[in-house]
């Protein structure tokens, strides 16, 4: 059965400009890290991709790596592109990676050489089987490679006409103002950072937020669930279909559910109740709550989960009592 998207895809969603870009992003974007290699069926695949969509989220992430095995997100993302976005194409930010481990060899190591980032780019595209990528991102600081070197192949990029926008990942507050200024030399904006962000983990609040703001960038933030533990799914013991039972589950380990976290995380779950709000909804609503965060990430392994997040946006608004309570339960 062929695809229609919803007519009603853009009723609810929010959109903010990307830093000081003209380009907007959804508050909510979604990552295929997880739950969209040939460990899940396509059928799943799809039926996320279409969830999201019908619910205006129109970003979709994902890297040269992305499983397992590595590649086979942009494939079959590639395949559900073909089959059931391809006359969206204009509607839709699509986004990959090049910095971590991809293929043998000195070159397909990771890093940031020309030879890796360009190579890589060529493979994602094909994979996909577009003609370009929205955006383009360096996945991770190489210290082995001059930035000069990383930052003129994402440049060559979008001379290519290969990348419309380019970005970093997980990038020190010095080395993204480093990256900007390079970029600039050769008249590509660096468009987007993508670092780790939530309630357990705030280290761009420390330099990096005020550097994106300085140079006009945008934020997508990752893992603002901590990979599922920011939600009530944990609390009654560790359900079959979890992540961390899954081969290649991410980082997400059996340590994380410690007594002490899962005290917190049902302190926390106490507070998004009397928001009217999931735990899961809460974390989404807290990362947003800077505007310069641009949108933040959503992993789902279902239809459902995605559901659930993008009602987080009912309610955006947090009381300085709420702030203060989460703070206690969640600050380090
Ligand atoms: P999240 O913190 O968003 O975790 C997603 C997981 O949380 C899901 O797989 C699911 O776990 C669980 N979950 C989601 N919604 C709900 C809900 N409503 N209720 C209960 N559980 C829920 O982060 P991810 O680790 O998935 O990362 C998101 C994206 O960020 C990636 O796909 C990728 O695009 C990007 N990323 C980028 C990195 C980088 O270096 N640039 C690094 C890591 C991620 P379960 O599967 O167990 O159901």
């Known amino acids: 059965m062929s695809y229609h998207a919803s007519s009603k895809r853009y009723d609810e969603m929010q959109y903010r400009f990307c830093g000081r870009s003209g380009l907007k992003l959804p508050l909510l974007s979604m990552g295929l890290w997880h739950n969209f290699g040939d460990t899940t069926s396509l059928a799943r695949q799809r039926e996320m991709v279409h969830t999201a969509f019908d619910l205006g989220i129109t970003h979709f992430d994902l890297a040269n790596n992305y499983g397992p095995p590595y590649g086979s997100a942009e494939t079959n993302f590639g395949r559900i592109l073909k089959e059931d976005l391809r006359p969206y194409r204009d509607e839709l930010i699509i986004s990959s990676k090049a910095g971590w481990d991809m293929w043998p060899g000195p070159y397909g ?13 060529d493979q994602s595209l094909q994979r996909l089987g577009l003609d370009y990528v929205d955006i ?3 996945h991770r600081f190489d210290p082995e490679t001059p930035l000069e070197e990383t930052m003129s192949a994402l440049a060559t990029a979008v001379q290519q006409g290969k990348a419309l926008y380019v970005g970093v990942s997980s990038y020190s507050p010095a080395k993204t103002a480093e990256a900007a200024q390079l970029l600039r030399d050769w008249k590509v904006p660096c ?3 993508q670092p780790s962000y939530n309630m357990f983990n705030r ?14 960038m945008g934020c997508i933030t ?3 669930l901590a990979q599922g533990l920011l939600s009530d799914k944990y609390l009654n013991g560790v359900p079959q279909d979890s992540r961390i039972n899954r081969e290649g589950g991410g980082s997400l380990q059996q340590a994380h559910l410690s007594p002490e976290n899962l005290a917190r995380v049902r302190a926390l779950n106490e507070i998004a109740k009397t928001r009217g709000q999931s735990l899961a909804q809460m974390a989404l609503a807290w990362v947003l709550r800077d505007p310069r965060v641009t949108t933040t990430l959503i992993g789902a392994s279902s239809p459902a989960q995605i559901r659930e997040n993008v009602a987080a946006l009912q309610r955006l608004d947090f009381t300085t009592e709420e702030l203060a309570a989460i703070d206690e339960q969640a600050k380090e």
């Open 222 to 224: 990752f893992t603002a």
């Open 191 to 193: 468009l987007i950072h």
């Open 203 to 216: 280290w761009i609040e420390d330099g990096l937020l005020d550097t994106l703001e300085q140079e006009g």
């Open 109 to 121: 190591q990771g890093g940031g050489s020309r030879k890796y980032v360009l190579a890589s780019l």
């Open 136 to 138: 383009f991102y360096s």
